[in-house]
Every structure is written in C-alpha cells, then in structure tokens.
C-alpha cells in the first residue's frame, strides 16, 4: 500500500515562512497529481495547492496565492509546500495527498479523488 508522509509543520510568527514536505513511498507517485490540503479547527478540509504529476502546472487557491510555491522532486518522491508570508489564518493542520487517477490531464481541488492522505502536520501562526 502506498503511504505519504507529511513533516516541517511548527509553530511561527506572523509574516514568517515554514517549508512542509511530503514523502510518498509504497506506490508509484510520479504519475499522480499531488495536492496539499489543510484543515482549520472547527472547519472542513480545503484545498490549498496541487501539483501535476510531471510538475508542469501547479494551481492553488486564492488565499494563498503569491506567498505559497509547491514543488515536487518524482526522483526522491518528494513534494514541497514553501510557505511565506504566513498569517494566524493559515494555522491547520496540513495534509499531503495523491490524486486516485494516474496522469490525470488536469488538476482537481475536489478532495474525494484523492486517495493516500498522511496524517498532516500542524502549522501554528502567531500573532
């Protein structure tokens, strides 16, 4: 079974920058899109960034845009969340995920056709 494996959460001040990394193993990740998610206390799981699986596109959602850069690494399995610029309203808990279709054309922020969520890492921002 494939697994991913999130890390590089904390706690950091406002305007500060945090690096979250995922590591996938088990299956084949190069050939899926991978998105990050996060999920505030008390509120539902949102889409935050996706990559696609050969790194050419990326999107990501609006609150976000112009301070967070994902990357991926498909000879290391690796896939990268920079985060600049942060602010209390990005404190969550932060998941990695799969996309369940391989070399899907584009990239979806729907969360059910991800499969393989880590168990997330949290990401504090203080005022």
């Known amino acids: 079974q494939g697994q991913v494996v999130e890390s590089g959460g904390g706690l950091v001040q406002t305007g500060g920058s945090l690096r979250l990394s995922c590591a996938a193993s088990g299956r084949t990740f190069s050939n899926k899109n991978m998105g990050w998610f996060r999920q505030a206390p008390g509120k539902e799981r949102e889409f935050v960034a996706a990559?696609?699986?050969?790194?050419?596109?990326?999107y990501y959602t609006d609150s976000v845009k112009g301070r967070f850069t994902i990357s991926r690494d498909n000879v290391k399995n690796m896939v990268f969340l920079q985060m600049t610029s942060l602010t209390p309203e990005d404190t969550a808990v932060y998941y990695c995920a799969a996309d369940g279709t391989p070399r899907r054309a584009g990239i979806t922020t729907i969360r059910w056709l991800y499969t393989y969520w880590g168990q997330g890492t949290q990401v504090t921002v203080s005022s």
């Open positions: 990559i696609t699986w050969s790194g050419g596109s990326t």
